[in-house]
């Protein structure tokens, strides 16, 4: 893990703060949504489990489905093995359709893939329209969280990186940015957009946001592009009333986002906006090795709420950029390891559950982290070690020869103990064991 950033992370008061109030101010959003309406929301999770699992299981047919759709209403839909594909391909657009400045709309994925990178590189313009992305970009940085990609910085960082009068409001902000990307939005030749849903049996890509930069992106320039992993299909439009309500629930404590846009191919004769072209970019980048192992399968049933992140106490304690990868919190620490070597990453967990509790898709991250520990690499004293203690713990007669252990104040820091309990204080062990307590109970 990036150890410095930690420990600067833990010793910045003003950012430990930012990130405390920030993710208890979404925590305490779903938990009021979920009041509401508590049995009904358990049965929504069962749901959308059951969709995304049956979804994964047969991703083959939808996303043949899925193709048949898009190409009927006009579309094109690129398969892209790598992020280099993906990327590859949307600047050889770029370059024969002559454009010069492309406007993007908030997504993980492309991130993911490094897509900004690539395109710069080959001096295509490229501006992030969501306004916290806006000002990460500005800012030479990357997103800080899964849904509010600028949660680390306080108003008057804000206002040094707009380049904003010192006394500037929330609102007035809000405003510098606004009109400067209006005028990006009528120029661009391409928008760029995630999605969030991919239904198979309309062909319809679906954008959930809050700010209307997306459907902007989607439907000013002549060209549309939307990048997304494979796994965002669902089998039916029917199915995505279900998504739609545990995702602003759980992700900022809506009842509902506020645009939800359906985009299915270029306009159309007779509609008054909308692109040229429309290309839907199926990313693969690694998700089929996911996809290849059942037990870990369900990571990919992720629909980005941020909810994990909001609940877990390592996340709200390390941050965002402590992680290896462009996903942090929980799900980062499950879909990491199978994209970049990062095999310590899920031992960075208290295994408290409560990103379990929380997630709408039920995704079991606790078994999935341990999971990979069990699969990550081993010293042979680590291996020795874990064998002994197993003989032990089953052998009743030899687990009591060690009862001497607990009349030991302390366990002694030394050799790997003690960086282990650097960072852990262990309650003082009882003097009498369960086993003697349960021998005198008469």
């Not at 398969?79 to 993007?104: C, H, M, P, Y």
């Not at 908030?106 to 295509?124: P, Q, R, W």
């Not at 060690?402 to 204080?425: C, H, I, T, Y």
Request: one cysteine or more; hydrophobic letters at 40%.
């Amino acid at each position: 893990m990036k150890f410095v950033q930690i420990q600067e992370a833990l010793g910045d008061a003003r950012l430990q703060n930012a990130i405390y109030s920030a993710t208890a101010r979404m925590a305490e959003g779903r938990r009021i949504r979920v009041a509401e309406m508590p049995d009904e929301f358990q049965e929504l999770r069962q749901r959308a489990h059951d969709i995304k699992q049956h979804t994964l299981d047969h991703i083959d047919e939808y996303l043949e489905e899925l193709e048949r759709n898009v190409v009927a209403r006009g579309g094109h839909v690129i398969w892209a093995n790598t992020g280099k594909e993906a990327s590859d391909f949307i600047v050889d657009l770029a370059r024969q359709r002559g454009v010069n400045l492309i406007v993007k709309s908030k997504s993980m994925t492309s991130e993911e893939i490094h897509l900004n990178d690539a395109l710069e590189s080959n001096g295509i313009e490229t501006v992030e329209t969501d306004l916290g992305e806006y000002i990460i970009q500005l800012a030479h940085e990357k997103p800080y969280h899964i849904i509010a990609p600028a949660l680390h910085k306080t108003i008057g960082q804000v206002t040094e990186i707009l380049q904003a009068p010192a006394d500037s409001t929330a609102e007035q902000l809000t405003a510098l940015a606004r009109a400067k990307l209006r005028e990006k939005f009528l120029q661009a030749g391409i928008g760029i957009t995630g999605a969030n849903f991919l239904i198979a049996d309309s062909g319809a890509v679906v954008v959930v946001e809050n700010e209307g930069n997306a459907r902007l992106s989607s439907s000013a320039p002549r060209i549309h592009i939307a990048l997304a992993g494979f796994e965002k299909v669902i089998p039916r439009a029917q199915d995505l009333e279900v998504f739609l309500r545990v995702l602003a629930r759980s992700a900022t404590g809506q009842k509902l986002s506020v645009y939800t846009s359906f985009l299915a191919g270029p306009r159309r004769e007779g509609e008054p906006d909308g692109p040229d072209e429309f290309y839907l970019v199926l990313l693969d980048n690694g998700r089929s090795r996911v996809l290849a192992d059942r037990n870990k399968r369900h990571s990919l049933a992720c629909i980005r709420c941020g909810a994990c992140l909001n609940h877990c106490p390592v996340y709200r304690k390390i941050g965002g950029y402590s992680y290896p990868w462009v996903y942090s919190g929980p799900i980062g620490k499950i879909l990491t390891p199978h994209f970049i070597d990062a095999p310590w990453l899920p031992f960075a967990s208290s295994l408290c559950g409560a990103c379990a509790e929380v997630c709408p898709v039920k995704i079991d991250i606790p078994k999935i982290l341990l999971e990979l520990r069990e699969e990550a690499p081993k010293s042979r004293a680590e291996k020795l070690a874990m064998r002994m203690f197993a003989w032990v713990m089953t052998h009743p007669r030899i687990y009591e020869k060690f009862s001497w252990v607990r009349r030991m104040k302390k366990l002694p820091a030394a050799g790997p103990l003690k960086a282990w309990l650097e960072q852990r204080d262990l309650p003082d062990l009882p003097q009498r064991s369960f086993r003697e307590q349960w021998r005198d109970r008469r």
